[in-house]
């Protein structure tokens, strides 16, 4: 039933209906690629200090997209030029975490020396050669790296679940 289909009598009974339906976190990041073929990734300052993706949680009423260029700027300095959604995926519950849906988005590589990164959130950033994903990011997001680095930008979304895709 959508959205549409609804028929509150008045806003609280509306209010009361949202804020029963289930919440899904998501996160926003990018695929950005050097013009020598590798992968752009960080380390985190915090948390398990382990490699990532660039990008991180989308905010209250924010767009995946506001979220992607947000945290770009936020993380490496730099004003992304987003060229098109990669991937979409949705990912299941792993408690204590919720499900989540994370966007991936292709991303132009930004001029390396304008990248500066904040101390509290992350400590470097690499190039890293593509078959070496499974070697550093968790499996999951492994996946989902690889599977947008088969989707030529504007191209995009490919829709996957936990990393792995759904449609032939």
Do not use: K, N
Not at 104 to 116: K, T, Y
Not at 133 to 140: Q, R
């Amino acid at each position: 039933m959508g959205e549409q289909d609804q028929d509150f009598s008045d806003d609280v009974e509306a209010a009361a209906f949202y804020a029963s339906l289930p919440a899904t976190r998501g996160a926003a990041g990018a695929v950005i690629r050097s013009g020598r073929g590798g992968v752009m990734l960080v380390r985190r300052a915090y948390g398990a200090r382990g490699w990532g993706v660039p990008g991180g949680i989308i905010e209250a009423g924010e767009s995946p997209l506001a979220a992607c260029r947000r945290e770009l700027h936020e993380e490496l300095g730099v004003r992304a030029r987003v060229l098109g959604p990669a991937v979409v995926d949705w990912v299941p519950a792993r408690p204590p975490r919720t499900a989540a849906v994370q966007w991936l988005f292709h991303v132009a590589a930004p001029d390396e020396a304008g990248v500066r990164l904040p101390a509290e959130e992350l400590t470097e950033w690499a190039w890293v050669a593509p078959g070496r994903l499974h070697d550093l990011l968790p499996s999951h997001t492994a996946r989902r790296m690889a599977a947008a680095l088969e989707v030529a930008p504007g191209r995009g979304p490919l829709y996957l679940e936990d990393g792995r895709p759904v449609f032939d």
